[in-house]
Structures are given as structure tokens and as C-alpha cells.
């Protein structure tokens, strides 16, 4: 399992002068301090084919999470889905994860469409609705792209989001990805279209490590990532 990079860090300032001053000084920092949970990458387990069912099924995420058209999804097809994947994964096509925060399933996310001649994948992610929002994607792509870069020895991660969904391209950005280009109108979602973003990192750029051991051809004006 790669290191993981997110964790709450914890600043205590010793004030010599008044302790507590010093005191509430730390409290307010604790205070302020946004919880930033325990995210890690795992294998599927069986207990966590409700949750995962769960999310595949939601009807409010479908266009962001799958290319195929919306239908309701049975558990059937469900089960049926994840055999294939697990084909996938044994034929070194795709390696996919659980997200976990403390203990408990809150999502998934995967590397697939591997090409191992231009050492690169393509990268997916799915929460909960309940783990949204708390930084859990943004520690979990970090973790993806970590294991991509360091364990698979991919060079290049890409991936593609719907041009409305901020949390999704934010979180992106945040592990390191660029924008690369856009492809207009490309999707229908939910009564419209919507352009589809195309994001890409490689190995160099992937955040908390500066040391570039390839050259890229990304536009000066682009570089300066990781932020
Ligand atoms: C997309 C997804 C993986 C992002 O993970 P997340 O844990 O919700 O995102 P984070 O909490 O790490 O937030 C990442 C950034 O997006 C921002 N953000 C979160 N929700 C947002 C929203 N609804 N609108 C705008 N920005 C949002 C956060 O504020 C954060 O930015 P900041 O640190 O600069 O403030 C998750 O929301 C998800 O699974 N959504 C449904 C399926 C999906 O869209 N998958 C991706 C397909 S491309």
C-alpha cells in the first residue's frame, strides 16, 4: 500500500511568555482545523458489495460515473459487472480499490485502459454521497496516482470529467492534474449537453515530488503544478 499522503497535521505554538494564551491559541487551531479523515486504498472485500452496489445504482451520478446511457441497475447486472472486472484485473487490464476511511467501504476508484508501451492509464473514482465533500476524493486520487506512478511505473495518468461537476475537477487539480483540453458538447447529461474536461498528470508533476526523472512537453504557462 503506498504512503499515505493526507494526514491532519497538528501545530502546537509554545507561548513562553502566557500558557494560556497559548492554550487558546491551540484551541482555535483545533478548532479551525478541518477534519481530514483516514483514507486508504484496498482490495474488494464481500462485505462491501452493498455499499459499492449502492453507489453503481445511484441514478443522481450516473452520467458522471459511466459513458453508457442511465437505466436502472439490478444486482444481478451488478454482480455480473464486477466479474468482468475482476477478468479485467487478472488479464493486468485495470486495478481497482476500495476507498476506505477507519475501517468502512466508501467508495472505489480505479486505474484502467492501462498502455504499457506509452506507460499510461486512465483513472476513475466514485464516493458515497455520504463520504463527499470532506476530502476523501481529493486524498484518495492522491493515493491512485501515487500507486500508478511509484508501483505500476506508469508515467502519464489521465482522465476525463463533465465540465459542471467542480467537485471532481477541483479534487483533480488538487492531486496534480492539468487541464489538457476540452471536448465540446461531447456529453448529454440530465437534459443538455456538456463539455467533457480531459485532465492528465505525469510522473514529475504528481505532488510533494519535485525531482521531474522524465522531460515534459506540457506549455511553460501550464507548468507550476503541484500546488
Ligand atoms: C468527484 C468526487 C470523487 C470528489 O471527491 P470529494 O471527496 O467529494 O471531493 P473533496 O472533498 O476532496 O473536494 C475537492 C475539492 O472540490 C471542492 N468541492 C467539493 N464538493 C464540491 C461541489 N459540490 N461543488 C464545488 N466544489 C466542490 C472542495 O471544496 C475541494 O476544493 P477545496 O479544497 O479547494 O475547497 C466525489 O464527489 C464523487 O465521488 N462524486 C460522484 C461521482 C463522480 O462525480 N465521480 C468522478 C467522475 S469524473
Known amino acids: 500500500m503506498p504512503a499515505r499522503p493526507v494526514q491532519a497535521r ?12 497559548a492554550l487558546t491559541q491551540l484551541a482555535i487551531k483545533v478548532l479551525a482545523m478541518p477534519e481530514t479523515p483516514d483514507v486508504s486504498l484496498r482490495p474488494r ?3 462491501d458489495l452493498d455499499i459499492l452496489f449502492e453507489i453503481a445504482a445511484d ?11 442511465p437505466g436502472p441497475l439490478t444486482r444481478d447486472q451488478f454482480i455480473a459487472r464486477m466479474a468482468r472486472r475482476a477478468e479485467s484485473e487478472a488479464s493486468g487490464d485495470s486495478v481497482s480499490f476500495v476507498v476506505d476511511v477507519d475501517g468502512a467501504a466508501v467508495g472505489g476508484t480505479s486505474l484502467f485502459n492501462f498502455d ?10 466514485n ?3 455520504s463520504a463527499r465533500g470532506r476530502g476523501i476524493g481529493t486524498a484518495a486520487i492522491a493515493l491512485l496516482v501515487e500507486f500508478g506512478f511509484a508501483r505500476r511505473n506508469l508515467r502519464r495518468i489521465h482522465l476525463q470529467a463533465i465540465a459542471s461537476n467542480a467537485a471532481a475537477i477541483r479534487a483533480y487539480e488538487k492531486a496534480g492534474f492539468l487541464v489538457e483540453g476540452r471536448q465540446r ?10 463539455d467533457i474536461v480531459l485532465m492528465g498528470i505525469l ?15 506540457t506549455a511553460p504557462a501550464q507548468r507550476g503544478r503541484p500546488r
Open 10 to 21: 497538528r501545530t502546537v505554538r509554545r507561548d513562553r511568555s502566557d500558557g494560556r494564551a
Open 127 to 129: 464516493l458515497a454521497p
Open 45 to 47: 472485500a464481500d462485505d
Open 59 to 69: 441514478m443522481d451520478t450516473w452520467e458522471e460515473r459511466n459513458p453508457e446511457p
Open 203 to 217: 510522473r514529475p508533476e504528481r505532488v510533494g515530488h519535485d525531482s521531474p526523472d522524465s522531460r515534459s512537453t
Open 116 to 125: 504499457m508501451f506509452a506507460r499510461h492509464a486512465e483513472a476513475g473514482i
Open 185 to 194: 458538447q461531447h456529453a448529454w447529461v440530465r437534459g443538455a449537453y456538456e
